[in-house]
């Protein structure tokens, strides 16, 4: 068995300090007008904006644009399919032999310990700045779940045993991610306006938009969201998945 440890004292408070106020920091960093060295297709993605604004998804990050407005229903589909995925690993691997684990040195806890916070913030920060920036949710989710597989490798309580809130944030995570596309719907029918499925700005004829401004520049106000929905869902399902295959049916 493995032998579980949990970070006491001040230095373990100090450095959960540390690893919220990096993740914070790198996250706002997010919430600021593209940069110049910003790709030429997110340029000229900002150029044409100016040009045909109501057309725009406000996000210079051409792949987050893509994903969460002109193929946002495909994604949605593909966070479902993660879904599936982890149920059916659950059921398959439910009963099987659990991987035998031996107790890594302290120098190893130690140095994950400070590791998890950090690896947190920086998938915190890919999720974050996933609409000006490359990043996403997807991205953010998987390295949320790595840096938590690794603190379980090397033997610290990471996650309760049983699993059942990292179950409750998969479903809660995925529930939202298909709630906020219908939104823009009830708020139009809320309003007597049009609204459409994955509607994040104004278009000729629906009113409804969702960006704030830095800068005179819009910025998408709703992909982040997405992607934070995206990160927790995606960082909670591999987790189960991992767990499920590393303790078996523990």
């Known amino acids: ?12 408070v100090l450095l959960l300090v540390v690893g919220i106020a990096l993740g914070a920091a790198l996250g ?6 593209p940069r110049d060295e910003l790709s030429g297709v997110s340029r000229d993605i900002v150029r044409l904006s100016a040009a045909q604004e109501p057309l725009t998804a406000y996000a210079p990050a051409y792949v987050s644009a893509i994903l969460w407005d002109f193929r946002g229903t495909d994604t949605l589909f593909e966070t479902g399919v993660v879904f599936v995925a982890v149920a059916v690993s659950l059921a398959l691997l439910k009963g099987s032999m659990p991987i035998p684990l031996s107790s890594p040195s302290p120098v190893l806890r130690t ?3 400070i590791h998890l916070p950090v690896a947190l913030s920086v998938a915190a920060a890919l999720a974050l700045n996933g609409h000006v920036t490359p990043g996403g949710g997807f991205q953010g989710g998987v390295v949320a779940a790595s840096a938590l597989l690794i603190a379980l490798l090397s033997g610290l309580k990471a996650f309760p045993p049983g699993l059942s809130g990292m179950v409750a944030i998969r479903t809660l995570g995925l529930f939202l991610v298909m709630l906020l596309p219908l939104t823009p719907v009830a708020l139009g029918h809320l309003y007597g306006v049009e609204g459409y499925v994955f509607q994040h700005q104004a278009k000729p004829n629906a009113s409804l ?7 005179g520049v819009r910025l998408s106000l709703s992909i982040p969201m997405y992607n934070s929905l995206e990160l927790a869902a995606i960082a909670a399902g591999f987790t189960i998945a991992l767990w499920m295959l590393l303790r078996g049916g523990e």
């Open 111 to 113: 140095v994950v310990r």
């Open 28 to 33: 706002l960093m997010g919430f600021v007008a």
């Open 1 to 12: 068995m493995v032998n579980i440890l949990v970070p006491r004292g001040a230095v373990a």
């Open 209 to 215: 938009s969702a960006f704030y401004t830095v800068n």
